[in-house]
């Protein structure tokens, strides 16, 4: 599985879009690009996940570069809730193992 | 309803000792996964079994053995327990191991090795 690489930390101002970027610059074209994150000293939560195009659900959207080569998550209005570490997972789409590997991922802070 | 849940949350135990977390999954899934997050808070997975058949055993020292009794269940037994075995532990499931499905995780178990 390709290597992710992220800021270690983020600020963000409640209320605003919370941008997270991505590099997965050895990213091969059978590799999906997660995300999950984790508020403090729970588990992790599945955010959302994409190929090639870019996605959204009810919590977020995924931006994918068109070499996807990076790639970023986008919270629309952060909330103080959404303080917690987020990590961008790169994955086999054929693996039969289903692993995540897990980097140190970015904290994000979302401030009043 | 919770999709994942674990026993106990917090263990505090002597070095030594043997001690076991259960895992449940409510979700009919068919793969369940233990990780590790220690002190660092890396996380990293330890196994992973699919309808009760071990798919992942991550160099994991042989004191630790996970039990699968059915599909909803992935229990994990620590014997001799050893101050670096102080961690979270999460228990996760997913539909599938292939594919792109999410993982589930539950909520955690806090083990302390005194």
Redesign the interface.
């Known amino acids: 599985d390709a290597k992710t690489t992220q800021p270690p930390s983020m600020d963000c101002a409640e209320g605003r879009a919370a941008n997270l970027p991505c590099n997965h610059s050895t990213i091969s074209g059978n590799e999906y690009v997660y995300w999950y994150r984790q508020i403090h000293s729970q588990g992790p939560q599945y955010i959302i996940h994409g190929l090639k195009n870019n996605e959204t659900n009810e919590m977020a959207s995924l931006i994918i570069t068109e070499d996807r080569k990076s790639s970023t998550l986008i919270l629309p209005h952060a909330t103080l809730r959404d303080t917690a570490v987020y990590y961008c997972i790169v994955r086999v789409r054929s693996s039969n193992t289903g692993k995540l590997i897990f980097g140190q991922g970015t904290t994000l802070q979302v401030k009043p | 309803d919770t999709a994942?849940s674990q026993t106990p949350k917090y263990l505090v135990t002597q070095m030594g000792n043997d001690k076991s977390i259960k895992c449940e999954q409510n979700l009919g899934h068919d793969?369940m996964?233990w990780y590790k997050q220690d002190s660092k808070?890396?996380?990293?997975?330890m196994f992973?079994y699919?309808n009760k058949e071990l798919?992942?055993n991550e160099t994991v020292p042989n004191r630790f053995s996970p039990k699968s009794p059915d599909k909803a269940h992935l229990n994990l037994h620590i014997n001799s327990l050893e101050l670096g075995d102080s961690a979270v532990y999460?228990c996760?499931s997913?539909q599938?191991?292939?594919?792109?499905?999410?993982?589930?995780?539950?909520?955690?178990t806090r083990l302390t090795v005194t």
């Open positions: 994942v793969t996964y808070k890396f996380l990293k997975i992973s699919n798919i992942i999460f996760a997913s599938e191991a292939g594919g792109a499905y999410e993982q589930y995780f539950g909520p955690g």
